[in-house]
């Protein structure tokens, strides 16, 4: 029998009609997406707020510059803190921009526009990039997890769901907790208990038509894939010879960047790895020299480490942070939010590096010169991986929400 028009327009509801939508969106922009040139993406998370004036974006002889002094490096134009002297030496390996600007000031609201492109909103839970990395690319074939966050908890999936959001370690350098079978639970009765906890979940997605349970076996599937991945070690650094562990610096962020290189050889896409403590609203001199010492052995350790491992031409790396600092000292030797300019560095694959990008005013409050919008960021950074910024996804609302909201990747950061 012939469906009626009554019955077609039934089967076009708003919500069939998304689904045939996004899947042709998918596919439009899968066969546009750029050529990748990186297969990973290494995300050093400068948590609260690094002041660039006192890092990568210095003020020498200014009232605002503060008392570190900069050193020259071997890029043209571009000299950074006294405190990063190992990655001044490499500085033909980086690429540092000092022109991103933004309105979001507050630290929630700026952490989930640095790493989705969107700012904030009531309606809709937008995914991160590594959510869309895990989702377009799926997960390696060594069975590790496709998004990996050391010492933070990143950025979710937002609607994509919880099975494309960031596998959490607080502290790195040994393997995940409960990888192993507990006392008395061999492989066959842990498959039993498998087998049953997939009928209860049957049940109760019969019963209640709960599209959560989709998530929630997706996520059982992948942690048993994981305790039987055979590239779970990459996660220890038992093994790891002690000169290697030496040279990232004995902190965690060190040990989590080694970690990270270990896990983008296994195939992981994006890795992110935070360094905390850069809201220095006090003390902010005293606290950025030592953030510095940290950040400086485990950067440059960390493009060693790969470039000698023959992976940085597949890996990209990129620093940022949630905002700048102000100019303006405040009254307890510290700094404020100053989401009007802040730096972000890039290096390894895709990226044009041996150069400083954009300025800022003789004070560092404002950008002069190549201002980089946060969409722009992720739009490079997103071309780099192969994605196509305009690559949309339809929200639980209905609506298309593109990767990068609107941004278009900057040239003269791609190799």
Request: charged share 20%; proline share 6%; aromatic share 6%.
């Amino acid at each position: 029998m012939n469906p009626s028009r009554r019955d077609l327009f039934r089967y076009f509801s708003a919500g069939a009609l998304a689904s045939l939508v996004s899947e042709r969106l998918v596919r439009e922009a899968r066969a546009d997406a750029p050529p990748a040139k990186s297969k990973s993406l290494v995300v050093l998370w400068m948590n609260g707020g690094q002041s660039h004036i006192d890092t990568w974006d210095p003020k020498p002889g200014t009232a605002e510059g503060g008392p570190h002094k900069a050193i020259k490096t071997a890029t043209a134009g571009l000299s950074i803190s006294e405190h990063m002297p190992a990655i001044a030496k490499m500085s033909q390996k980086i690429c540092v921009v000092r022109s991103l600007t933004h309105k979001e000031g507050n630290h929630q609201r700026a952490n989930a526009l640095l790493h989705t492109s969107y700012s904030p909103s009531p309606t809709v839970d937008h995914p991160s990039l590594g959510g869309w990395m895990a989702k377009r690319f799926g997960p390696p074939a060594g069975g590790l997890p496709a998004f990996v966050s050391l010492g933070g908890p990143s950025h979710s999936a937002g609607f994509f769901g919880v099975q494309y959001g960031p596998f959490v370690l607080a502290k790195a350098g040994a393997l995940p907790q409960n990888v192993t079978h507990p006392a008395g639970i061999d492989e066959r009765r842990f498959d039993d208990r498998l087998k049953l906890l997939d009928a209860i979940e049957g049940d109760f997605a019969k019963r209640t038509g709960d599209v959560k349970v989709e998530g929630r076996r997706s996520l059982t599937t992948q942690a048993v894939g994981l305790m039987r991945a055979k590239d779970l070690p990459a996660f220890d650094l038992t093994n790891v010879p002690k000169a290697t562990q030496d040279a990232f610096g004995d902190t965690d962020f060190g040990r989590a960047c080694l970690v990270a290189s270990r896990l983008v050889g296994a195939g992981t896409r994006y890795v992110e790895v935070a360094l905390d403590g850069w809201d220095t609203h006090i003390d902010n001199f005293g606290r950025t020299k030592k953030l510095m010492g940290t950040l400086d052995a485990a950067f440059s350790a960390l493009v060693k480490e790969l470039d000698q491992r023959r992976l940085l031409a597949s890996t990209t790396i990129a620093l940022m942070t949630d905002f700048g600092r102000t100019p303006r000292i405040n009254a307890n030797d510290g700094r404020d939010h100053h989401p009007a300019s802040s730096s972000v560095v890039l290096a390894g694959a895709g990226i044009r590096t041996n150069q400083v990008y954009g300025e800022t005013d003789a004070q560092g409050a404002k950008v002069t010169k190549g201002a980089l919008t946060v969409p722009g960021l992720v739009a490079t950074l997103a071309t780099v991986l192969g994605l196509d910024p305009a690559d949309a996804a339809i929200s639980p609302a209905g609506r298309p929400i593109a990767l990068a909201d609107g941004g278009q990747p900057l040239r003269d950061l791609l190799a």
